[in-house]
């Protein structure tokens, strides 16, 4: 059997919504992935200070070479920002940043957001309701006790009781939406055909009853009932934020509401009022007809759970397909098709614009014409840009902005316009079409794709310099935001009077149509703020060997690149582009030495000694640039070493541009041994070096000040020194002998002992400590918004041997400020409470460190526990709101992050086997490439990275285990890191980060823009090229060479024309990513598949070449034959372009066969004679490329429909092929003689995307992909009595990938841990069985499938051996029962295969499961959140030997450990 496992979250956005969910204060965000809600908040920041990060990370031109001759403050070089940064003008706007809260993944396909206001909510804010794919809903509401989302409600709607009529189609194959009352009295849920189910909330309810109650008039308030059990809603003893809810069949509320479109909520009612249009007409009979659909509204009178209708339009355009509520002072709906936009007040008064030619033809409804715009309005979103001017923003499915702007005469609206925003003015921001619009703010929006990236974009009004200043005054209606303007020139007196003008001059209030004629008098400029990277849709991926740049990058890159890159088409439209994606953190290494003895590296800005001479009072105020460190780089770096005779010792050496020198003639003792912690003090005025045996403390040119022996007085025993930790003016120290101590520098820059008045400090036994600098103010008594002077908070977190982590507040050592007793359980909360059961397993803690994590728009402190294993656990610290006590101890809990990561088996650290060394310490890295991280040295290196819109990931390092590291920032290495390997090795590097992000999908993540709609590609691994298909869209010509339709040569004046696509093909070169040769296909010729084919071009000396093979489809228009082309294209060495050493390389025609039949979808290669399998049309036939470019058909197999994948088992001549209506084939190929056989087949109703093989040793299973996302996993099997004799393909399981369907896969290698015990299922065979493998020959290595998916999820298939399966799928029980599922979901329903269609109908095949299923690695992953005595339990109830050894067997399952090669 098989594990499935999710590699990559999904990036798409399908829906989202802002609303105040943390707080009834706060701002924030909540958007949809498919199946991951993540909550965001706001944060405004400096366009400046943005633009240093995001010039690097979103660049898209090649990379620079180093230039140092301009250096801002913060030491970033102009040559991230591109050349001509310096003579930008400063930029005093702000943007708005989204920073992520936290994310859930849950157990279901979300298929609405809406907000709903409650006042019962535990936060204050509002609560949130979630619609899933068929008929379910959730209520969550943010819980701060517990720092998460809590499930209030849950409903669910599929009973077969309210399927309506016995014949209705599953509830999967309707438009089910979610829409919610403005004012939260209620939401409706449109599932099945016609069944509209309403939520229906209190809150309303309340405010109606009891606000006019005058206790003195009226008597004493009425007590409230307490509310009865009724299904789908209500407790009996509890009072809830919602009453129960029902389902009205819309025909009943009208008999005309037969096929309902759409409905939405209005504005300004009393009651909750909704505008639903429908038809009476099914859409598949409204050809020939027009103006069909009806408008209605409809008042619900919850209570009694009637309905009124109010309002009634008839006769609209068929082509409507939206209802969007307009709120006040507009009102009313605007309703949206695909030619025409038309707007009903709320007295049934309309307006309409037509926006194409289309609009006269396809309605007789009255209409403006603006038919001149050309606008196609299917899939465009519409939100509101400022209600009071009566402006909504409009984006189309390609990407360009409209604005809708309505005239208003008094209160009633006398019609509107449409108006496409400039280019220049941003009109072309969005690269392609959007699926949900949210505004943020008052000059924000948050634009979700599925296709691109999602952005935050943010709007000014251009004005002329003249009246800028008087029009802003006048101009308090526009609802803008004063800080997100675009500010550069104005001074700040008028910022002053923009602030404050209003209230000193109430007569300016004007009517309401002055105001709105008077606000247009700018143009709008739109311009992006912030990004969330996506890599959905992933069309098509390739692996291949990324070449290094040059000779010189081949030595000093080597060891720290992959040996293959995962490189996928992803995007539509002009947002399409290549992501190449890589397990690891592939450091760009600038210098690379030998430095074998090297163990630890401490790099550190320390201040010149300042000379008598300036020593004045004011000669420090006065010091010139020499003595600022904030424009310093790095300037001295000392090093631990152990020579080859185990003597260890220390060095300092002096740092230059891209290396360092060793530095002499200084008071710096080498031989007093091996440093332990180093760093500066003191402002920077001294260096500090931890030794075994005593702290040693240096003036900034390592003049020797003072020296602090380990020595206790009282017994005179000499203990060694542990670990160390520096937070100026602190010093930590954590000795062998278990006992701590704690310096503090003075104003005479002497160390001096704090004296440890609590006693517990003296008697405790400690294992380990860390001081933090707390800028936050998290761990602080008293929580404030100011901030706080540097070395103010600094807080001393010691673990004790018994794990209880102690927190002191230095000074202050007379008693700690928290002690938390339960770290080793690793609980999911961990507060100074919690307490475990007596006997329950706990976890070995080595290692505690509090860092601050993030980037530079926003970072927060972490707790990272490391384990005796080198796994991490991270813990996020949070207060819960408290009115009565301000201990720590009650208010400060932390909360477990999710880390799937699994740290590899521990190995000696040293060159000798007998010498095992104590594991490296963790490293805090202020700012390493713009990130603030926790670097993890020893046998699993890597960097907890985590962005301002990502939780902290922890990604590992390319290469072998890492010795020690350090920052490393010179002026030849900018914000880059040293670290030494256990080779020997030493690098200067630094962590790529132009067009390359890493915590967004947990791995290295490079994204190239090609700014076209990309879907094929595939590798050449001769020229080490990528080819890419792509296709433009044009207008589409009648084809005037057709002998059939003499019309069409008078149809020449159309305007109006469909736009087709165009085929091209682009090579491009991983050098630097550009595209070096383009190749155009012909009009309406498209690109269906491109492959790389060890092709034989020679029949006389059998010389085998791989060649790129392109399959297209030409189609022009329904009336005339699709036809098709094989063309086959070497990649051939030419002279390059001047200036452009990357352009030497070309496209050449090998091969051009026309198919006169049908086009070509799917290529393969097929045999051992270097021949190739071309799906074309309703045939799938065997060719051989001839020496004079034809293609020579051998074999050939009759289709069904449409095939979609074909695949052969590498040099067997097993095929598979997919067709998309008509199940899987199984064929065998035989080259004496020439011909292919059909073994069997599956059931012929599936629509199958993607098939492929999966060996898994003896065993051959097919794995085939259906439109539902049910991965069926099939096999063949004469001998089984109900396959008759194997013409059928016997059905083992099905299981869902649930919201991520794959649409593509491929057959990989798998590489497994060493010491693995994989075995390989064992099959009984006789030799000549099915699969044409003989038992006794080596079983194939092993292998997985890897899928992608239109949400942007890499998944694995992995095969099992069958104890391990068993074991695992226990496991995968226990997990569900003991872990917290959001929202109510139900993780193993979510898997179950789609029951409802053509599958649960038709089976895929003779059934011969026997109730095996695949395992569900999304739950496997969730292991690691069960506390520790939790998982030794279930280990040991599953028949495992223990927690570590599910460890070791998830490691190998889960991740990307199968795939180590990327």
């Given at each position: 059997m098989q594990c499935y496992t999710e590699l990559t979250p999904p990036t798409a956005v399908t829906h989202s919504v802002s609303l105040p969910f943390l707080s009834a204060q706060s701002n924030n965000l909540v958007v949809a992935k498919a199946s991951l809600l993540q909550i965001f908040t706001t944060k405004s920041v400096s366009a400046e200070l943005d633009k240093a990060q995001n010039a690097q990370l979103q660049s898209s031109r090649p990379t620079e070479h180093y230039d140092a001759r301009v250096n801002d403050d913060d030491g970033l070089e102009a040559s991230f920002l591109g050349g001509d940064s310096v003579l930008v003008r400063?930029?005093?706007?702000?943007?708005?940043?989204?920073?992520?809260?936290?994310?859930?993944?849950?157990?279901?396909?979300?298929?609405?957001?809406?907000?709903?206001?409650?006042?019962?909510?535990?936060?204050?804010?509002?609560?949130?309701?979630?619609?899933?794919?068929?008929?379910?809903?959730?209520?969550?509401?943010?819980?701060?006790?517990?720092?998460?989302?809590?499930?209030?409600?849950?409903?669910?709607?599929?009973?077969?009781?309210?399927?309506?009529?016995?014949?209705?189609?599953?509830?999967?194959?309707?438009?089910?939406?979610?829409?919610?009352?403005?004012?939260?009295?209620?939401?409706?849920?449109?599932?099945?055909?016609?069944?509209?189910?309403?939520?229906?909330?209190?809150?309303?309810?309340?405010?109606?009853?009891?606000?006019?109650?005058?206790?003195?008039?009226?008597?004493?308030?009425?007590?409230?009932?307490?509310?009865?059990?009724?299904?789908?809603?209500?407790?009996?003893?509890?009072?809830?934020?919602?009453?129960?809810?029902?389902?009205?069949?819309?025909?009943?509320?009208?008999?005309?509401?037969?096929?309902?479109?759409?409905?939405?909520?209005?504005?300004?009612?009393?009651?909750?009022?909704?505008?639903?249009?429908?038809?009476?007409?099914?859409?598949?009979?409204?050809?020939?007809?027009?103006?069909?659909?009806?408008?209605?509204?409809?008042?619900?009178?919850?209570?009694?759970?009637?309905?009124?209708?109010?309002?009634?339009?008839?006769?609209?355009?068929?082509?409507?397909?939206?209802?969007?509520?307009?709120?006040?002072?507009?009102?009313?709906?605007?309703?949206?098709?695909?030619?025409e936009l038309i707007h009903i007040d709320q007295s049934g008064k309309s307006h309409g614009v037509g926006v194409n030619n289309f609009a006269k033809k396809a309605t007789s409804f009255s209409l403006v014409d603006q038919s001149d715009l050309e606008l196609r309005l299917e899939g465009c979103q519409i939100d509101t840009l400022s209600a009071e001017s009566g402006e909504f923003l409009m984006v189309l499915s390609d990407g360009r902005l409209a604005l809708i702007t309505f005239q208003v005469d008094g209160k009633i609206v006398s019609g509107f316009s449409i108006r496409l925003i400039a280019p220049e003015n941003g009109g072309t921001i969005i690269p392609t079409g959007v699926t949900t619009l949210s505004k943020l703010s008052k000059t924000t929006l948050f634009a979700g794709s599925e296709c691109a990236d999602s952005l935050v974009i943010g709007w000014a009004r251009k004005q002329g310099q003249s009246g800028r200043r008087k029009s802003r005054l006048q101009d308090h209606s526009l609802d803008l935001d004063i800080d997100d303007e675009d500010m550069e020139d104005i001074e700040d007196m008028e910022d002053d009077d923009d602030l404050y003008g209003d209230d000193q001059e109430p007569g300016k209030e004007t009517s309401r149509s002055t105001i709105l004629a008077g606000s247009k008098s700018g143009d709008l400029s739109f311009r992006v703020h912030d990004r969330l990277v996506s890599i959905a849709p992933i069309r098509d991926f390739a692996l291949g060997q990324i070449n290094p740049p040059n000779e010189e990058g081949e030595t000093s890159q080597s060891d720290v690149t992959s040996d293959l890159s995962f490189v996928c088409a992803c995007g539509q439209g002009k947002g399409g582009s290549i992501a190449v994606i890589n397990r690891g953190i592939q450091p760009n290494v600038i210098g690379k030495f030998e430095f074998p003895e090297a163990r630890g590296f401490w790099t550190m800005a320390a201040q010149k000694p300042i000379p008598k001479s300036l020593q004045g009072d004011k000669g420090a105020n006065s010091m010139g640039a020499d003595y600022e460190i904030s424009t310093q780089y790095d300037r001295f770096m000392i090093v631990s070493k152990v020579d080859l005779d185990g003597y260890e010792t220390s060095d300092v050496y002096v740092l230059t541009g891209a290396g360092f020198e060793a530095l002499t003639g200084t008071e710096f003792d080498p031989a007093a041994g091996f440093t332990i912690e180093a760093g500066t003090m003191g402002s920077h005025m001294r260096i500090i070096q931890v030794l075994k045996t005593a702290v040693h403390c240096y003036d900034g040119d390592f003049g020797l000040t003072q020296i602090l022996p380990m020595l206790d007085e009282e017994t005179g025993a000499e203990p060694r020194v542990d670990s160390a930790s520096i937070a100026d003016p602190y010093l930590l120290l954590v000795r062998e002998d278990a006992s701590v101590f704690v310096t503090k520098i003075d104003k005479n820059l002497e160390l001096d002992e704090l004296e440890k008045e609590d006693p517990a400090l003296s008697s405790t036994k400690w294992a380990t400590g860390c001081l933090y600098e707390d800028r936050s103010g998290i761990f602080a008594k008293a929580q404030s918004d100011k901030g706080t002077g540097a070395g103010e908070n600094i807080i001393m977190f010691l673990l004790s041997k018994t794990g209880a982590l102690h927190m002191y507040a230095l000074p202050d050592l007379s008693k700690p400020v928290y002690v938390a007793e339960g770290l080793p359980f690793v609980p999911a909360i961990l507060s100074a409470n919690y307490a475990a059961r007596r006997g329950t397993a706990k976890d070995s803690i080595k290692e505690i460190l509090v860092a601050d994590l993030g980037d530079m728009t926003s970072s927060y402190p972490y707790l990272i526990a490391r384990h005796g294993n080198d796994d991490v656990t991270i813990y996020e610290p949070f207060r819960i709101p408290s009115t009565t006590e301000e201990e720590l101890s009650t208010t400060l809990h932390f909360q477990k992050q999710f880390n799937p990561v699994i740290a590899d088996d521990l190995v000696a650290l040293a060159d000798d086997e007998d010498e095992v060394l104590k594991a490296p310490p963790m490293r805090r890295c202020e700012n390493v490439a713009g990130y603030k991280t926790v670097f993890l040295p020893g046998t699993s290196p890597g960097f907890i990275l985590k962005s301002s819109k990502t939780l902290p990931k922890v990604i590992s390092l390319q290469g072998s285990g890492v010795r020690g590291m350090s920052s490393f920032h010179t002026e030849g290495c900018e914000r880059g890191f040293i670290y030494a390997d256990l080779k020997g090795i030493a690098r200067v590097s630094q962590i790529p980060i132009r067009n390359t992000t890493y915590a967004e999908i947990g791995m290295s993540l490079k994204k190239v823009p090609l700014n076209i709609n990309v879907h094929s590609i595939a590798h050449h691994p001769p020229s080490g090229t990528f080819v890419v298909g792509c296709d433009t869209l044009e207008p589409f010509e009648l084809p005037k060479e057709d002998d059939y339709h003499k019309e069409w040569l008078q149809e020449k004046d159309l305007v109006f024309k469909p736009m087709v696509e165009r085929g091209l093909i682009k090579l491009v070169n991983p050098i630097n990513w550009s595209v070096i040769d383009t190749i155009e296909m012909e009009p309406c010729e498209t690109v269906m598949c491109i492959e790389t084919l060890n092709l034989e071009v020679s029949e006389s000396t059998n010389e085998r070449k791989h060649l790129i093979t392109v399959g297209t489809a030409v189609s022009r228009g329904e009336d005339l034959p699709i036809r098709g082309r094989v063309l086959v294209y070497d990649v051939v060495t030419v002279i390059p372009e001047p200036g452009r050493p990357e352009t030497n390389k070309k496209l050449k025609l090998v091969a051009n066969e026309d198919i006169p039949r049908g086009a070509v979808t799917a290529i393969s290669e097929i045999g051992t004679q270097g021949l190739m399998l071309v799906a074309q049309g309703q045939k799938c036939m065997v060719r051989g490329l001839k020496e004079d470019g034809t293609l020579l058909p051998v074999a050939f197999m009759d289709m069904s429909c449409y095939v979609t994948a074909v695949r052969e088992l590498k040099g067997t001549g097993l095929c598979l092929m997919a067709d998309a209506v008509k199940g899987v084939w199984f064929t065998g190929y035989t080259e004496e003689p020439y011909k292919m056989v059909l073994f069997g087949k599956s059931s012929t109703k599936l629509e199958i995307l993607t098939v492929d093989f999966l060996p898994d040793g003896d065993e051959l299973l097919i794995v085939a992909i259906d439109s539902d996302g049910g991965i069926h996993i099939l096999q063949f099997d004469p001998d089984h009595p109900k396959s008759l004799q194997g013409h059928l393909l016997l059905h083992r399981t099905t299981f869902s990938a649930g919201a991520h369907p794959p649409t593509r896969s491929m057959l990989l290698p798998r590489t497994l841990p060493e010491g693995c015990d994989y075995q390989p299922s064992p099959q009984p065979s006789n030799g000549n069985g099915p699969n044409g493998v003989d038992s006794s020959e080596t079983p194939a290595p092993p292998s997985l499938i890897l899928l992608s998916s239109p949400t942007g999820v890499l998944a694995a298939l992995v095969p099992l051996p069958e104890p391990q399966h068993r074991r695992l799928s226990f496991l995968t029980g226990q997990l569900v029962s003991s872990l917290p599922h959001r929202a109510g979901l139900n993780p193993k329903a979510y898997r179950a295969p789609v029951s409802s269609g053509a599958v649960g109908r038709f089976p895929p095949g003779v059934d011969a499961g026997a109730g095996r299923s695949v395992v569900d690695g999304a739950l496997l992953a969730r292991w690691s959140e069960l506390p520790a005595g939790r998982r030794a339990e279930v280990a040991g109830r599953v028949g495992f030997a223990g927690a570590d050894e599910v460890r070791d067997v998830l490691r190998e399952v889960l991740g990307m450990s199968g795939l180590a090669y990327l």
């Open positions: 400063s930029d005093r706007s702000n943007y708005t940043k989204l920073v992520l809260v936290t994310e859930y993944t849950l157990a279901g396909t979300i298929t609405g957001l809406v907000r709903i206001g409650s006042k019962t909510t535990a936060s204050g804010g509002e609560a949130l309701l979630v619609a899933f794919k068929d008929a379910k809903m959730s209520m969550l509401e943010w819980d701060p006790e517990k720092h998460s989302i809590n499930t209030t409600s849950i409903h669910y709607y599929e009973q077969e009781e309210l399927q309506g009529s016995p014949w209705a189609l599953p509830l999967s194959h309707y438009v089910n939406f979610l829409e919610a009352d403005p004012g939260s009295r209620c939401a409706a849920l449109k599932f099945g055909a016609r069944s509209l189910a309403i939520v229906q909330f209190k809150v309303a309810e309340e405010d109606i009853d009891m606000d006019d109650w005058d206790e003195e008039l009226d008597g004493p308030r009425p007590v409230k009932e307490l509310s009865t059990t009724l299904p789908n809603g209500t407790s009996s003893n509890e009072e809830t934020p919602y009453a129960t809810s029902f389902v009205l069949r819309l025909p009943n509320l009208d008999s005309k509401l037969i096929h309902p479109v759409h409905l939405a909520f209005l504005h300004e009612y009393r009651e909750p009022t909704f505008g639903i249009l429908s038809s009476t007409t099914s859409p598949s009979l409204v050809l020939g007809r027009k103006d069909h659909l009806t408008y209605m509204v409809f008042t619900l009178d919850i209570q009694q759970k009637a309905s009124t209708p109010i309002l009634s339009v008839t006769g609209l355009p068929q082509d409507l397909f939206r209802v969007i509520a307009v709120p006040a002072p507009i009102g009313g709906v605007l309703l949206v098709g695909t030619n």
